[in-house]
């Protein structure tokens, strides 16, 4: 299926958010949204991916 993830076009085969982390290399502490709603991360594995879907992932950066 076709997604939009941080603003680019991604062919997935994930169902699932937590299967689409996986299948794109996201590992370690991230938040996620979808369609603009945030998902928090005891739902990502019962959350369905859909055609069309606008997924966000954004992992917290180190730094001073």
Partial sequence: MKIVLN????EVR?????????EVGFSGRVATAV???FVPSSLRMSHKIKDGD???VVAPMQGG
């Avoid at 994930?14 to 996986?22: F, K």
């Fill in 35 to 37: 369609n603009e709603d």
């Fill in 7 to 10: 603003g680019e076009s991604r």
């Fill in 54 to 56: 606008r997924v966000e």
């Fill in 14 to 22: 994930a169902e699932t958010l937590s299967d689409l982390l996986q």
